[in-house]
């Protein structure tokens, strides 16, 4: 297809950092490439078999991979929540590691431990993707996250805001090291209690990436092309009235788009949403989240024939 | 160099580290997981003139020959020690200990969500980013750490 050649072919994606820009820029022309003619990409891994590892439950993530291994012609095993409970009781992570690789061509894993997916691909005897661990890496979501602002925006140039749980988030920080291998200037959203880790940010110091923090949306609605929100989640919170406070103070709406905000500025979410962004939102030129949704099928598309060499 | 020998009784077999930063010799042992009581006869000198360093430290262990792991851990809390390897009163071997690349097994992750505090099968492993000063990041979960916890 495009240049640079076998740079996926059995490579395992654990984070973001592992790729450089150019090869995430190949990832995203890959997508484009798919999306374009979608149908004639049936039968590419046909025989293929992804194995899918789930020791949290995530449907939307799950069914995402299911569809676009099914698109390629390939298929999928699933690890049920009945023999998630007998790992649970006897066979160390690692053994499962060992037995399911034996089963599949390559595998996602989502595990609520960081850095469960690294040392998974240690052991495992095929590629590992991985679909979310704890609350550090989930390199699928960061990819389609940028295939949709380069889509539905621009990346070059774009000032991207990223408004919500930014301490806990684990798509938030994934994204925040991507948009950083882009030049992206950024600016944090949140409560002050939910602000980005210090550790981040000395990373993006490092990298002499600009970028700025605010508590109230209201205040720089009008700089943004992309506005990137998050949920802000009731457990973060000791107390049900201080969270209502806060969630309500965050939540987007209509009129706070068409007042404040620039023409061509578009909304993303990860979803699934609590009331962050009013339903109202959907139907306006901003909203982007579903379709965000859509080409998350591409993206894991173009990874899963990437890594299997289907693709080049 | 010779005459700070003498400060220490000589050995007949172990194990010598010697220009441990003044004050660190204490860490030392508790890296080495020797307490007391031990097994090995142990003698230190704690705040010892060095032409180098101005003040050192000096551990010496005997009947005890310091392994490569062992000695990771040093260089992690004492940058400049020299080991000398002593038989039959004579040094047979003697290098600085110098912190690798990668340290493994021997420093607790302090994320306490990391797959290493998670699972006791997953052994901790660190990748050395700088060493002076000195900042390690966990393989697994990605972690940043400058002050070392020892497992
Ligand atoms: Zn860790």
Redesign the pocket.
Known sequence: MVAIRGTLKGRDVISINDFSREEIDHILKVSDCIEKDLDSKFGLLSGKILSILFFEPSTRTRMSFESAMYKLGGRCINMGPTELTSVKKGETFSDTIKVISKYADVMVLRHPS??AARYASEISDVPIINGGDGTGQHPTQTLLDLYTIKKESKLEGANIGILGDLKYGRTVHSLVYALSMYGIDMTFISPPNLSLPEEIKEDLDDKKISYEECERIEDVIGDLDVLYVTRIQRERFPDIMEYKKVSGSYKITKDMLEEGGKENLIILHPLPRIGEIDPDVDDTKYARYFLQTKYGVVVRMAILGLMLGGFE | MKREKLRVEPIKDGTVIDHIMSGQALNVLKVLKIKSPSEETVSMAMNVSSREMGKKDIVKVEDRRLGKGELNKIALIATNATINIIEEYAVVEKYRVSVPKFIDGIIR???QN????RDEDVA?RFKVESKDPLSLR?V????RTSSVEFL
């Open positions: 960081d850095g | 992750c302090k994320n990391c797959i290493t505090n901790t966990c697994y979960c990605g972690s």
